[in-house]
């Protein structure tokens, strides 16, 4: 059966040991060929991952036996055993939430978390969409009535992508590299506006260079990482 696996690292309260310890197994669809699959790295709880054709949001759900109980004299200075104790009770189980027919695509190419955990997402039609799964997923929101915002002015498909503190950076097809003004909530951009500058609008590139000559003999750029 193919499957996703998900480890955690945990502490044995006899001895402070450390391990690494399976806590949940999540079936996966075998005629499904996912190709890239992220951690929200702002919730651990949440996994985005994505095939050529689907698109899926896990969210990863701490809970208990219904036997189970705890009570601790807090006061004594037992909080932390306590806690460790309560940790290693934990069952895991996972909800699956599907995005596959929302945009009416040929392929999904990439995407990326950004820290307000919503999505960029890119298709090989020349789209490249932000979307926010977590809101969707908790308010039930029907796909015909989800309206994902759209980046503005890219040439072609984006094909990679990397977010820094002030760019989404894209690398197209055509061969360039793409700056796009990353989302920041309306309430947080006049904090920034000395780095943003005057003339900010979020989800518009901003800048577009051509790198042909540094891609060399490949078609395009497929991967990047910003260190």
Known sequence: MLCMKVFDVVEDVTNGNKEIKEVLTIPMETMIEYKKCKFNPMNKNYIFLISNTTASLIEIIDSFDEDFQLTAEYDNGQLDEYKQIEEMKIKKRYEKYDISDQYNIDEY?????????????????????????????????????????????????????????????????????????????????????????????????????????????????VSMKYD
């Not at 820290?115 to 926010?132: A, E, P, Q, V, W």
């Not at 796909?143 to 990679?160: C, D, F, H, N």
């Not at 055509?174 to 951009?189: S, Y």
């Not at 006049?190 to 078609?219: A, C, P």
């Open 109 to 221: 190419l990439d995407f990326t978390w950004d820290r307000y955990n919503k999505i960029y997402i890119s298709t090989s039609g020349g789209s490249l969409y932000f979307i926010d799964p977590i809101k969707d997923k908790h308010e039930g929101i029907p796909q015909e009535e989800r309206e994902p915002e759209r980046v503005e002015g890219l040439s072609t498909a984006v094909t990679a992508m990397v977010l820094t503190q002030r760019y989404l950076v894209c690398a197209e097809r055509n061969g360039c590299i793409a700056l796009v003004n990353m989302f920041m909530p309306d309430k947080e951009i006049k904090d920034y506006k000395s780095v943003l500058g005057s003339s900010y609008q979020k989800l518009i590139v901003d800048k577009e260079l051509d790198v042909n000559k540094l891609v060399q003999d490949e078609d395009y750029i």
